[in-house]
């Protein structure tokens, strides 16, 4: 009987697997109505530049005078900075879930996000993922972001995990199916249960339920 290869390296996304998204389209509109700006001005505007961020050749400051400083305002940076910043907000049972797993299973967990550099450094700050994570391979680090296929092959690359030993745990069906092309088994997660459920089947299993909260 064949047996599926041992797993002993998870891929994660940050921003809707493990926090929040970092600057998602209801955040900027949040913004919006905050700091009373033209959203459909600011998403035209965001749109244009947001990938350059993600990429790491624009810092944050440069994103902020083009998307929302590009006119006087009667707010300052910072204050936008810290409004942008706290959107994030964590998914505690995820965050724990992979913990008990690395612990477990004795497995190496790497991010594989798109992220500006600034709010990259403070979400892996303020939510303490350098305690989980081994290594980041984040847009803004590696100057490619998905769907470009070759963040995934740096992945591997850094890993040194052959595809067939990752499981990729992601919430964008199209970065799944772009893994999935690379032979990196992959999970869509849409919530806690059923990706806890499919990592068993993985050979992942936590044994423990949903809302502990230990690590």
Avoid at 62 to 85: G, I, N, S
Avoid at 197 to 213: C, I, K, R, V, Y
Wanted: charged share 25%; with cysteine.
């Amino acid at each position: 009987m064949n047996h599926p290869p041992e797993t002993t390296t998870l891929f994660l996304d940050i921003g809707g697997v493990l926090l929040t998204d970092g600057w998602s389209h209801q955040s900027r509109a949040r913004a919006a109505m905050h700091f009373n700006l033209e959203l459909a001005e600011m998403e035209d505007r965001h749109h244009v530049i947001f990938a350059t961020y993600e990429e790491g050749k624009l810092t944050l400051g440069e994103y902020l005078d083009r998307v929302v400083f590009h006119r006087k305002r009667p707010f300052t940076r910072a204050q936008f900075r810290r409004f942008m910043f706290a959107q994030s907000q964590a998914y505690p049972e995820m965050i724990a879930l992979v913990a008990r797993l690395k612990v477990k299973h004795g497995l190496k967990i790497a991010v594989v996000s798109n992220e500006g550099r600034e709010l990259n450094a403070y979400r892996i700050r303020a939510f303490k993922l350098d305690r989980l994570v081994d290594f980041f391979i984040s847009s803004c680090f590696v100057h490619a972001r998905k769907p470009d296929a070759s963040i995934f092959r740096l992945a591997l690359d850094i890993a040194q995990t052959p595809p067939r030993r990752v499981i990729y745990i992601e919430n964008t069906p199209m970065f799944v199916q772009i893994a999935e092309g690379l032979g990196i088994p992959s999970i869509l997660h849409t919530e806690y249960g059923s990706t806890c459920a499919q990592l068993a089947s993985f050979g992942l299993q936590d044994g423990e339920g949903p809302g502990h909260e230990g690590t």
